[in-house]
């Protein structure tokens, strides 16, 4: 049996998602209860502000800047409370915090704008993406647990927001992250592609689905696929992962080896299920199909899964 570790590609398919240039030093051994505070009054510091699944940008020439300055952020009514310290970058520390203006109210200078045009339009870099997807995840997960979960007690936010501690009965609580299979069930001549009710216009995507506690990874991949296509799986190999932080999932790439033809689509979950071609598929990722059919854009774990697929040998 070959030792696959040796084969593997220098640089692994995860490097080239969406969400995955996240620079941050993220120091985890050093957060201490006071790192927001003191990462704060480092004059070095830079903030990305949020507020209801929108990042805060300042606008110049055309061109997002998502990085503001301490003093910068003050007009829009930070919760420094409430941030999270992302860690140390090059520049110094790298915070997110939740800010209280509305929209409605910021200066034609500043715009918000929810994460998924900010990622899907590229308005800002990799390193700056990577960073939003961290502090967006942190960030949902401490508005939505701000109760203990064992006493229901008011908890507090510790080691610069990487926990949270219930000051009631001491339980200390964690992010989560949720993992999600993504999977392209292939041959070498076609692959299964679904489409979602939610789906734009013309898009088909690989199927995806929660993994569930108990469960691993090719377990969940190959459940999900015969639920979702009625397909058995044979094989199931793990090709790339995708912070996504919508709020906060893990998406785990993986292909699979079909071992039946005939779909049974659930149409609970999908408007169509069906068996594409290479060819057909190429046409997609290149936006030339003859009826406008498309894969998803170049950013999402889907479309490395599928160009993988379709430049295989
Ligand atoms: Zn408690």
């Not at 216009?201 to 689905?209: E, K, T």
């Not at 709020?247 to 069906?274: H, K, T």
Request: proline share 7%.
């Amino acid at each position: 049996m070959t030792f696959r570790l040796f084969d593997a590609p220098l640089r692994e398919p995860s490097q080239f998602v969406g969400f995955a240039g996240n620079t941050i030093d993220r120091q985890s051994e050093n957060r201490a209860d006071d790192s927001v505070e003191k990462a704060l009054a480092d004059t070095r510091a830079r903030l990305l502000p949020m507020h209801g699944g929108r990042l805060y940008l300042k606008l110049s020439d055309g061109n997002f800047d998502p990085w503001f300055d301490v003093a910068g952020s003050e007009l829009l009514q930070p919760s420094f409370e409430q941030g999270v310290l992302l860690g140390v970058s090059d520049s110094g520390p790298v915070l997110a915090v939740p800010v209280g203006l509305d929209p409605e109210q910021l200066p034609e200078t500043i715009k918000a704008i929810d994460y998924r045009s900010v990622y899907m339009q590229g308005l800002i870099d990799e390193a700056a993406a990577g960073a939003l997807a961290q502090g967006a995840a942190l960030l949902a997960w401490h508005a939505s647990h701000r109760f203990c979960s064992k006493c229901g007690h008011e908890s507090q936010m510790r080691a610069g927001g990487y926990k949270r501690h219930c000051p009631n009965c001491s339980t200390e609580h964690f992010p989560r992250t949720d993992p999600v299979a993504i999977m392209l069930t292939a041959t070498p001549e076609k692959c299964l592609l679904g489409r979602g009710r939610h789906f734009g216009p013309g898009m088909y995507s690989a199927l995806a689905g929660f993994i569930e506690p108990g469960e691993t990874i090719e377990a969940a991949v190959r459940r999900e696929t015969l639920e979702e296509a009625g397909i058995r799986l044979g094989r199931v190999v793990y090709h790339a992962s995708q912070p996504w932080p919508f709020p906060y999932s893990l998406m785990i790439g993986c292909f699979g080896e079909p071992l039946n033809d005939d779909i049974q689509a659930d149409l609970n979950e999908l408007e169509d299920c069906r068996w594409f071609f290479r060819d057909e598929v190429r046409s997609m990722l290149e936006r030339t199909h003859k009826d406008n059919l498309v894969t998803p854009p170049k950013g999402a774990i889907a479309h490395h899964l599928i160009r993988a697929w379709v430049d295989s040998e």
